[in-house]
């Protein structure tokens, strides 16, 4: 039996997934790293991130784990593999932790708990009852650029239309939307110099906590006062353990909503309206028969977007995966895109293949305990959103390269032109 | 057919509802309800891709 090494001894791995360098490339370059991985080294140890925000001298490296196969076992053992100590490759900071990451950050028996109390908001009914609104939100969106001819995409479309939903669905006001919005593009973007514009990424960090804190408090105050038929009032109103929520409590899980219900449909409908581009004969084939070909294509479009590029579970005691011996506290960072291009499930995945049937994709995660409690919110967002573009801007297409973020969390796309003829009849209403 | 659910594991995550809404539905009070008492022998796959996708295996066949 070979002695079990411990974090400091362990060998790093040859193939560099931990420098800035690498997540400042494209995806297609990054892939041909992870590809190297899954074939050859499906588990492997790496030397950790180096960031400039917050250094951790306990930080020795993380386990990759890039296959289909396994990302889905370390989602479904929760008990083994946990989400309390962070979900992302950095350590943060605890309060940034608590302050930001609400119950996607948390384990069961609590996280059982908190993630029950929205669970209803989100199911397949209620949105199917809330679609006309989605639509509306949508048709507006394109009304607004549809005799421009030129727009930049990302800012007044693919972060719009999720900012305007998940808005809707919290209980955000018009007058703090575009603040959030913004506001948001930090939980991933604090490492972007664009972004920061020469701001220290940890204090930027957290003047966003305490923006978005200061609308949520704002609104908690609001909702206690006068009830409304949103979120923010079922969390003022829930009891867990017969306890109601703190008002902590209330805004860490109001943070997010708020980044999860943006940056990740942002993302996608950006890397959508590229792939309809770059790929002329798979959009012939979904416009033949939009209605009924538009929610495969969409589970094409979430693969080939994978907004989120990664998870961290951390190691809740010694054990194996994959035939390594793993040691309480590692870091295990699961990577999403990988696991989208694993051959082992997806025929030819470096094809946009709108009519892919079936899609095991794990873009929405690898169906645990975590698995994206907004999914049917994206697909009929991102459903809402191309059939509106696609129908009433026939030609609209991206025209040179995306600027892409260089984050290692969010596949960010921070701004992308496209180009169409506008539309005859001026704006529908 | 009978659903079983194990009340004390299910999250309400409800990828059951994705699979089979007409079987499962997760109510405004967040728990899991099962909408058909007796399921027919003709929807054992649905029922089946439900419990194998369940995230916490919460859900149960009962013959």
């Given at each position: 039996m070979t002695a079990i090494l411990t974090r400091a001894e362990r060998p790093y791995d040859p193939a560099d997934i931990s420098s800035s360098e690498f997540w400042a490339s494209s995806a297609r370059d990054r892939e041909k790293v992870f590809a190297e991985l899954r074939a050859h080294r499906p588990i492997s140890w790496h030397r950790p991130v180096k960031n400039g925000m917050f250094e951790d001298p306990n930080d020795q490296g993380f386990w990759a784990v890039v296959r289909h196969a396994d990302l889905v076992e370390v989602t479904r053992r929760p008990q083994d593999f946990l989400s309390g100590k962070g979900i992302t490759f950095e350590s943060l900071p605890p309060e940034a932790l608590d302050a930001a990451q609400g119950f996607i950050a948390m384990d069961p028996p609590r996280h059982t708990k908190i993630r029950r109390l929205m669970a209803a908001a989100f199911t397949p009914k209620q949105l199917a009852r809330i679609d006309d609104h989605i639509v509306a939100n949508a048709r507006r969106i394109v009304d607004d650029i549809a005799d421009k001819g030129e727009v930049d995409f990302v800012t007044e479309v693919a972060a719009l239309v999720p900012m305007h939903n998940i808005c809707d669905m919290v209980g955000i006001p018009e007058e703090h939307r575009r603040t959030i919005a913004y506001e948001s593009q930090f939980a991933d973007g604090w490492r972007d110099p664009r972004l920061l514009q020469g701001a220290d990424p940890l204090a930027r960090v957290f003047q966003t906590i305490a923006t978005v804190h200061g609308v949520a408090h704002e609104l908690i105050e609001a909702r206690r006062r006068k009830p409304e038929n949103d979120l923010m009032t079922a969390m003022v109103q829930a009891e867990v353990d017969g306890e109601r929520l703190t008002d902590d409590d209330i805004a860490s899980i109001f943070a997010l909503l708020i980044i999860a219900g943006n940056d990740t449909t942002r993302q996608s409908t950006s890397h959508g309206m590229k792939a309809l581009t770059d790929f002329p004969d798979q959009r012939a084939w979904l416009m033949e028969d939009i209605d009924a070909r538009m929610p495969v294509a969409i589970e094409e479009i979430v693969r080939w977007a994978t907004p989120i590029m990664t998870f961290r579970r951390t190691a809740a005691h010694d054990t194996e995966l994959g035939g390594h011996q793993i040691t309480e506290g590692d870091k295990v960072i699961m990577f999403y895109s990988s696991a989208n291009m694993d051959t082992e499930v997806f025929d030819h995945p470096e094809r946009l293949d709108l009519s892919r049937s079936p899609n095991k994709h794990v873009a929405f995660g690898g169906g645990g305990i975590h698995h994206c409690l907004g999914a049917q919110l994206a697909r009929r967002q991102l459903s809402a959103t191309f059939r509106e573009l696609l129908t009433r801007l026939p030609d609209i297409r991206v025209v040179g390269e995306p600027e892409l973020g260089n984050g290692n969390f969010f596949h960010t796309v921070m701004s992308m032109k496209v180009e169409f003829t506008p539309e005859k009849s001026g704006p529908r209403r | 057919m009978r659903i079983v659910v194990d009340r004390s594991r299910c999250?309400?995550?409800?990828l059951c509802e994705a699979t089979a809404p007409d079987i499962f539905e997760i109510g405004p009070d967040g728990a899991l309800h099962i909408l058909v008492e007796d399921v027919s022998a003709d929807r054992r796959t649905d029922l089946e891709q439900a419990c194998e996708n369940c995230p916490t295996q919460a859900l149960s066949i009962e013959d």
């Open positions: - | 999250s309400s995550i409800g």
